[in-house]
């Protein structure tokens, strides 16, 4: 296996009380448990750049089975959500990120197996904190998903996917409705723009797709990606707008010593698909864009997957209601559009993956139905290492990995 070497430095925040008011350093005094004066320096204690993490001093070392963790209610639990178990303030906190809370696991040393699966959900950005190392081997699943149809009302939102309230226009606005066919709802963006939605058919004038969301300046923190607009409705059936893909969560992995992502590891925080047309010749729904992963550690060595891609626009109704767009895929590979309710309902279409930013726009053709939802933009990829940060050759970064403002 071959590897590449990047030399990524993070930043350390040092005991309080070392530095005298007037800036200089004070002289170091010989005594009975002082190190030899002038030799060693006062020793950092945390080990993070989003907060101290002096305080913390986590006793168990956590090598979780499948399970399902939420970031709201602290309950842990199996995948289905049975045995829960309320975390409590020994084994998780609360914390000040630099772009807002983050639910932090606290730990001794993280250790997901091969062939386990870990996912997270709830309101908040979801941490580990690792006073030793953090090896992933398995699948750690900060995406958000839709339900799949035979499977409804079983949607899952990524840890800190946020609301279109705080999104301003990463957000687009819903194309609204309109008598004898709607249009699709933009893509959610995040790193990158979302796809514009699609025009609806010309019965009754047709209507415009909905511009996709505007791509946001990188944060200084962990936060989550945003939705896809809502799909139009056909005022003739009174149905609701299609709703939006939710964006994907955020993931924050911070140890002293190494984070660890093996060849067969995946950490993933992919945007959800949007929600096909509603109604006959309904629009509809643009997809959420990725949500963010951020790694801190000693030393940092990828050979798997880290993905944060978009979600597929769901496809435009006709004579049956349009198909969902696919959630973002746990590889480089692009979401599923939907497929159109009955041909020739206009279909979704996909989200960015890989080195495509941008969601991926509609080409506006007018089927005689509703629109076609735009696909969701890219979520962000980071990473910060004291030491060389050791790539693999068969390591994959959808979209490429890049460095955050301090």
């Not at 002289?27 to 950092?44: F, G, K, R, Y």
């Not at 995406?143 to 687009?172: H, I």
């Amino acid at each position: 296996m071959r590897w590449a070497v990047f030399w990524l430095v993070a930043g350390c925040s040092y005991k309080p009380g070392l530095t005298p008011s007037d800036g200089e350093q004070p002289t170091d005094t010989p005594s009975a448990t002082d190190a030899p004066p002038d030799i060693l320096p006062d020793a950092a204690c945390s080990f993070s750049t989003q907060f101290d993490t002096c305080a913390f001093a986590p006793t168990i070392s956590f090598d979780p089975p499948d399970q399902l963790y939420n970031t709201g209610t602290h309950v842990l639990s199996d995948l289905d959500g049975t045995n829960p178990v309320v975390l409590g303030a020994d084994r998780q906190v609360d914390v000040m990120g630099k772009a807002g809370l983050i639910n932090v696991l606290l730990v001794t040393q993280f250790n997901l197996g091969n062939g386990r699966k870990f996912r997270v959900v709830g309101p908040k950005p979801f941490g580990i904190v690792s006073t030793g190392t953090i090896l992933i081997d398995g699948v750690l699943d900060g995406s958000s998903e839709r339900s799949p149809a035979t499977a409804p009302g079983v949607n899952f939102d990524g840890p800190g996917s946020l609301p279109a309230a705080s999104c301003g226009t990463a957000t687009p606005d819903d194309p609204g409705d309109h008598l004898g066919g709607a249009a699709g709802g933009g893509g959610g963006a995040f790193q990158g723009a979302g796809g514009f939605g699609q025009n609806s058919d010309e019965d009754n004038g047709g209507a415009t797709g909905a511009i996709g969301g505007v791509a946001v300046a990188l944060p200084n923190g962990p936060r989550g990606g945003c939705p896809g607009g809502a799909g139009g409705s056909n005022t003739g059936q009174g149905a609701a707008l299609s709703e939006g893909g939710r964006g994907g969560g955020a993931i924050y992995l911070v140890a002293a010593g190494m984070i660890e992502v093996k060849a067969m590891g995946k950490i993933t925080a992919g945007g959800a698909g949007g929600a096909g047309g509603n109604s006959v010749d309904g629009g509809g729904a643009g997809g959420g864009s990725g949500g963010m992963i951020l790694l801190e550690a000693g030393a940092i060595k990828i050979g798997g997957l880290l993905a944060a891609n978009g979600g597929g626009g769901g496809g435009g109704a006709s004579g049956s209601k349009g198909g969902n767009g696919g959630n973002a895929n746990l590889s480089d590979t692009m979401a599923a559009i939907g497929g159109s309710g009955f041909t020739p309902g206009g279909p979704g279409e996909t989200g960015s993956v890989g080195s495509t930013l941008k969601g991926t726009d509609n080409d506006n053709a007018r089927p005689n139905g509703g629109g076609g939802g735009g696909g969701g933009g890219a979520g962000v990829i980071s990473f910060k290492s004291t030491a060389a940060a050791m790539i693999a050759g068969g390591a994959k970064f959808s979209p490429p990995h890049v460095m955050l403002p301090n």
